[in-house]
Nanobody
Framework: QVQLVESGGGSVQAGGSLRLSCAGSGYAISSAGIGWFRQAPGKEREGVAAISAGGTRIVYADSVKGRFTISRDNAKNTAYLQMISLKPEDTAMYYC????????????????????WGQGTQVTVSS
């Protein structure tokens, strides 16, 4: 069953912005570490950003640092990825992932760390 639902993807021109959302469906995002990952056709899955359950620890991939911002609103059981200054190389399917337990306090960008995944939302950036 799908417990994490991404939304907010779309097609934009280079330099544009998008805000992705990850909502829990019968799943407590508020108690989970959250990661955003992306995968382009023919490429390996890449960690983009991650945030601890408490929101105090955040990590970003070097490729998006300064352009993307990860955040969460635990009262809404939702996590976000604000993306600005988008580039064609940002084009990919974007996935929200979650992990609970002790790992929730120390998020990282390794896909294998995460146990629960959404089905993705497509982001396409045109030059």
């Amino acid at each position: 069953q799908v417990q994490l639902v991404e939304s907010g993807g779309g097609s934009v021109q280079a330099g544009g912005s998008l805000r992705l959302s990850c909502a829990g469906s019968g799943y407590a995002i508020s108690s989970a570490g959250i990661g955003w990952f992306r995968q382009a056709p023919g490429k390996e899955r890449e960690g983009v950003a991650a945030i601890s359950a408490g929101g105090t620890r955040i990590v970003y991939a070097d490729s998006v640092k300064g352009r993307f911002t990860i955040s969460r609103d635990n009262a809404k059981n939702t996590a976000y990825l604000q993306m600005i200054s988008l580039k064609p190389e940002d084009t990919a399917m974007y996935y929200c992932a979650a992990v609970k337990g002790w790992r929730a306090g120390s998020p990282n960008l390794e896909p294998g760390t995460y146990t629960d995944w959404g089905q993705g939302t497509q982001v396409t950036v045109s030059s």
